[in-house]
C-alpha cells in the first residue's frame, strides 16, 4: 500500500506540477518576463517546495495527526479507504458503482461532475464557503455577461481578480496560521504542557450564531474587494 500511494504521489505531483508551471507562464508573460527568469523561478520553487513540504507534514501530523479532530483531511482520507479497500479486496464496489452511475447522471445533466463529487465528500464547514465564493463569482459573471460597453467590462474584470486576489491571500493566510499552530504545539514545556496550552482559547466560543456573524462578514468583505468595489 506504501509503495503504490508513492507512485500515485509522483503521479499526482508531476500533473499538478505542469499544471502550476502552464499558470505561471502565463502569468510571466502577462507581466514582461523572459523565460531564463521564468525557468529559474520555477527551478527554485519547485526545490524549495520539495525540501520543506515534507518537514511540514511531519510537523502536522506529530501535533495532531492526520484524521483527528483538528486536522480531518478528507482527501488523505479518502485515499486511504480506496487503496485499502482495494489492497485487502474489500473495497464496496456497489457504492463505488453507484457513485460512477450518478457522475454518468450528472455529466449528461450537464453538470460537472469534479465540484458536484466534491461538494458530496468534503465536510460541510469547507463546502459552504466554496459554495459562497461560487455564488460571488457566479453574479459577477452574470454581470459581466450583460454589460456591453468595453470600459464597464474592464471594471468588471478588474473585480474578478480583486476576488480572486483576495481568496488567495484567505487561503495562504489559514495555512499560514495552521502551520503556526502546529509549531505552537509540538514545542514543549517543563511542566509536560506545550506552547499551544497556554495560548489555547478553546474555552472561548462565540457559538453558531457568532459564528454565522463572522462569515457573513467575512463574505461581505469579499462582496467589498469584487461585487461591490466602486469603480
Not at 505542469?18 to 507562464?25: E, I, R, V
Not at 513540504?53 to 482520507?77: D, H, M, R, Y
Not at 460541510?124 to 454589460?147: A, C, F, N, W
Request: glycine content about 12%; proline content about 4%.
Amino acid at each position: 500500500m506504501i509503495a503504490t500511494l508513492s507512485v500515485g504521489a509522483v503521479i499526482c505531483i508531476v500533473a499538478a506540477m505542469a499544471g502550476d508551471t502552464s499558470q505561471d507562464l502565463k502569468t510571466g508573460f502577462l507581466v514582461g518576463a523572459t523565460p531564463k527568469k521564468q525557468q529559474i523561478g520555477e527551478l527554485i520553487g519547485a526545490v524549495a517546495s520539495a525540501l520543506v513540504i515534507g518537514w511540514v507534514l511531519v510537523l502536522l501530523n506529530n501535533a495532531w495527526g492526520f484524521g483527528s479532530k483538528e486536522l480531518p483531511a478528507p482527501q488523505a482520507t479518502l485515499m486511504k479507504l480506496v487503496i485499502e479497500g482495494v489492497m485487502n479486496g474489500n473495497l464496496p464496489w456497489a457504492f463505488v458503482f453507484t457513485g460512477a452511475g450518478i457522475g454518468l447522471a450528472v455529466e449528461l445533466l450537464g453538470i460537472p461532475v469534479l465540484p458536484f463529487a466534491v461538494g458530496l465528500y468534503l465536510p460541510i464547514h469547507l463546502s459552504t464557503p466554496i459554495m459562497v465564493g461560487g455564488i460571488v463569482r457566479g453574479l459577477i459573471d452574470r454581470k459581466l455577461d450583460k454589460e456591453k460597453k468595453e470600459n464597464i467590462k474592464e471594471s468588471l474584470k478588474e473585480k474578478i481578480e480583486g476576488g480572486i486576489l483576495y481568496s488567495s491571500g484567505l487561503i495562504a493566510g489559514e495555512g499560514l496560521i495552521g502551520i503556526l499552530l502546529a509549531v505552537f504545539a509540538i514545542i514543549p514545556l517543563s511542566n509536560g504542557s506545550s506552547v499551544s496550552d497556554i495560548i489555547n482559547l478553546s474555552s472561548f466560543s462565540i457559538g453558531k450564531y457568532g459564528a454565522l456573524i463572522a462569515f457573513i462578514i467575512l463574505t461581505y468583505s469579499l462582496l467589498r474587494v469584487s461585487l461591490l468595489k466602486k469603480d
